[in-house]
């Protein structure tokens, strides 16, 4: 298995670097991600300016092919999938967020955004976000990318998957199982501040508390409940819901039995 990763918190980011440590157990690993942060960019692509990418000589972890990119995370992931990896990769993953990607929030998302180019160029792609801004648990989502891996290569899931992964922040064994949900609807309290800079006015938007409509099914239901959420993006087809939701169980039951490393 060849896996891209990517993410929108940065090429430096500590949660990105989590996810290659973890998934250089299965997989070859290259790493093409924004050269900073971009997040609520969406799946927004640069097509009025020139991209430059940058090898990364000595990343994080020693031997990964990493390369820096301008623009979005979704530049990052056509500039991987069409130019830099050669042969092709088997699974685009994005992460590991710092913030959870829940709701109708995840149009926005630019760890989401990457995941849809990657599903946009036919590759199975999944987004994993951890519901922190700061003191951010990655150990639970560093363990579960491998398994989600495992399971696309055993054609346990469909290949032409778009899934969207959050978990709360919580150390491995508080998290109290995993749900297939939907999203749910955010009601908007978002701020526009005027300013001025000496010359002219400008506005600044400010993200509002999000005001959740916290129902059963959903993905922000999950996460309060302490659950890992799976929400498919790329079909809500009953078949594959249920498919989804068999492997709950079992995907929870390898998760805590993961050893460190595994």
Excluded at 150 to 166: E, Q
Excluded at 223 to 240: C, D, E, F, Y
Aim: proline residues 6%; neutral net charge; glycine residues 10%.
């Amino acid at each position: 298995m060849k896996v891209l990763v990517t993410n929108d918190d940065g090429v430096r980011a500590p949660g990105l670097w989590a996810l290659v440590k973890s998934l250089q157990t299965v997989a070859e690993v290259v790493v093409v991600a924004p050269d900073r942060e971009q997040s609520g960019v969406g799946t927004s692509i640069s097509l009025h300016n020139p991209l430059r990418i940058t090898p990364v000589d000595a990343p994080p972890i020693k031997d990964v092919e990493t390369y820096a990119a301008e623009g979005t995370p979704g530049d990052a992931v056509i500039l991987a999938l069409s130019h830099l990896v050669k042969g092709g990769v088997d699974m685009v993953l994005a992460g590991i967020n710092e913030g959870a990607n829940l709701g109708n929030d995840v149009y926005i998302s630019g760890t989401v955004g990457a995941a849809f180019q990657g599903w946009f160029y036919g590759v199975p792609s999944v987004a994993l976000s951890v519901g922190a801004l700061h003191d951010v648990k990655f150990e639970a989502a560093a363990k579960l990318a491998p398994l989600l891996v495992g399971l696309f290569a055993r054609g346990k899931l469909p290949r032409n998957l778009l899934l969207n992964v959050t978990l709360p922040n919580a150390s491995l064994y508080d998290i109290q199982g995993i749900e297939v949900g939907r999203l749910a609807r955010r009601t908007y309290a978002d701020v526009v501040e005027e300013g001025w800079d000496g010359k002219r006015k400008y506005y600044w938007i400010v993200r509002g508390n999000a005001e959740w409509k916290d129902e059963p099914g959903t993905d922000v239901r999950a996460v309060r409940m302490g659950r890992i959420s799976l929400t498919p993006l790329s079909s809500s087809n009953p078949q594959l819901l249920t498919t989804l939701r068999r492997l709950c169980f079992p995907l929870y039951a390898e998760l805590l039995t993961a050893r460190p490393g595994d």
